[in-house]
Nanobody, 115 residues
Framework: QVQLVESGGGLVHPGGSLRLSCAAS????????MGWYRQAPGKQRELVAL???????NYADSVKGRFTISRERAKNTVHLQMNSLKPEDTAVYYC?????????WGQGTQVTVSS
């Protein structure tokens, strides 16, 4: 069973930075594409960033140029570096491991951007 544990959320001022981490149980990067999603109050969960098995990255238009997804194979960890944060980035951020119909989710970590 794949387990994903997120960390690194918190409260930050607009323009600030945060780095989210997702620790996975076992070596899953050779089988699963990894992604970060977010869900703001009253809104649907949306894709933020993806990193494929081959390392190709994709981002939502709203975060391009500000967020960077990366992975550390040796630590079975995926990161989301978030810079130039805006109030509209406020949401619960979820880590996802995806292989076709196989989906695994973390418990989420709250990110709040506010002055």
């Amino acid at each position: 069973q794949v387990q994903l544990v997120e960390s690194g959320g918190g409260l930050v001022h607009p323009g600030g930075s945060l780095r989210l981490s997702c620790a996975a149980s076992g070596s899953i990067f050779s089988f699963y594409a990894m992604g970060w999603y977010r869900q703001a109050p009253g809104k649907q969960r949306e894709l933020v960033a993806l990193i494929s098995l081959g390392g190709t990255t994709n981002y939502a238009d709203s975060v391009k140029g500000r967020f960077t997804i990366s992975r550390e194979r040796a630590k079975n960890t995926v990161h989301l570096q978030m810079n130039s944060l805006k109030p509209e980035d406020t949401a619960v951020y979820y880590c996802n491991a995806n292989h076709g119909s196989l989906q695994h989710w973390g418990q989420g970590t709250q990110v709040t951007v506010s002055s």
